[in-house]
């Protein structure tokens, strides 16, 4: 289940225009998480809230190089951020995930 809203998540937030798309990614994990729950709380997010903050939280405890001032995780802690959801993925599978929802082909 949580692979299903995760992913749903990722494509509401990557449908947005591409410009403020790229100004989202480059906010912090705990703003990205305001803006997306700001955002789409009336649209079926609510009972998602506490998910979306405890991923942020996840991803501050996995960015072992900016921590709280980190906006993107790498490759290698994507993996353990999904991993820690029990929702692994192969990393082709992983890196064909990424290419779909990627805007600015930044990895």
């Given at each position: 289940?949580?692979?299903g809203?995760?992913?749903?998540?990722?494509?509401?937030?990557?449908?947005?225009p591409?410009?403020?798309?790229?100004?989202?990614?480059?906010?912090?994990?705990?703003?990205?998480a305001?803006?997306?729950?700001?955002?789409?709380?009336k649209?079926?997010?609510e009972?998602?809230?506490e998910?979306?903050?405890?991923?942020?939280?996840?991803?501050?405890?996995?960015d072992?190089?900016k921590?709280?001032?980190?906006?993107?995780?790498?490759?290698?802690a994507?993996?353990?951020?999904?991993e820690?959801?029990?929702?692994?993925?192969?990393?082709?599978?992983?890196?064909?995930?990424?290419?779909e929802i990627d805007?600015?082909?930044?990895?």
């Amino acid at each position: 289940r949580v692979h299903g809203d995760l992913s749903r998540i990722f494509l509401i937030m990557a449908s947005q225009p591409v410009k403020s798309f790229s100004q989202l990614c480059a906010m912090t994990y705990q703003q990205q998480a305001i803006w997306f729950l700001n955002g789409f709380w009336k649209r079926e997010m609510e009972p998602e809230a506490e998910n979306v903050w405890k991923f942020a939280q996840k991803f501050v405890e996995l960015d072992t190089a900016k921590k709280a001032a980190g906006n993107q995780l790498d490759e290698f802690a994507s993996h353990k951020f999904l991993e820690s959801l029990e929702q692994t993925m192969t990393v082709m599978e992983m890196r064909k995930a990424l290419r779909e929802i990627d805007t600015d082909a930044n990895g």
